[in-house]
């Protein structure tokens, strides 16, 4: 059984930074490609960015573009998201999930099967 854990939450100043990891256990990361989903205070949780683990193609909200990154390590089992200027918005649980077709990205939370217990980020002064 595939089991993900994310780490790197915390609470951090607008226009600041985190990093979160998710380590994977179980199988070997190659297999899978892997989501990172948002879930804001009363709000659907909503994907963020994805990596394929084949070609290491990723994808990305309108929102996010140039200030997250995603990156996978896949000596370390483990994927990043790097997240630059950090605004209020950011704000929620941070959920990493993986998902079988390793080779296609999907920004359906319903395509992935294994998931994370999530990581809180807080942005504010």
């Known amino acids: 059984q595939l089991k993900l854990v994310e780490s790197g939450g915390g609470l951090v100043q607008p226009g600041g930074s985190l990093r979160l990891s998710c380590t994977v256990s179980?199988?070997?990361?190659?297999?899978?490609?892997v989501g990172w989903f948002r879930q804001a205070p009363g709000k659907e949780r909503e994907v963020i960015s994805c990596?394929?683990?084949?070609?290491?193609?990723?994808d990305y909200i309108d929102s996010v573009v140039g200030r997250f990154a995603i990156s996978r390590d896949n000596a370390k089992n483990t994927v990043y998201l790097q997240m630059n200027s950090l605004r209020p918005e950011d704000t929620g649980v941070y959920y990493c999930?993986?998902?079988?077709?390793?080779?296609?990205?999907?920004?359906?939370?319903?395509?992935?099967?294994?998931w994370g217990q999530g990581t809180q980020v807080t942005v504010s002064s």
């Open positions: 990596v394929t683990l084949t070609h290491g193609s990723t």
């Open positions: 179980g199988n070997t990361l190659e297999y899978y490609a």
């Open positions: 999930a993986a998902k079988t077709i390793a080779n296609l990205c999907s920004r359906f939370g319903v395509q992935y099967g294994f």
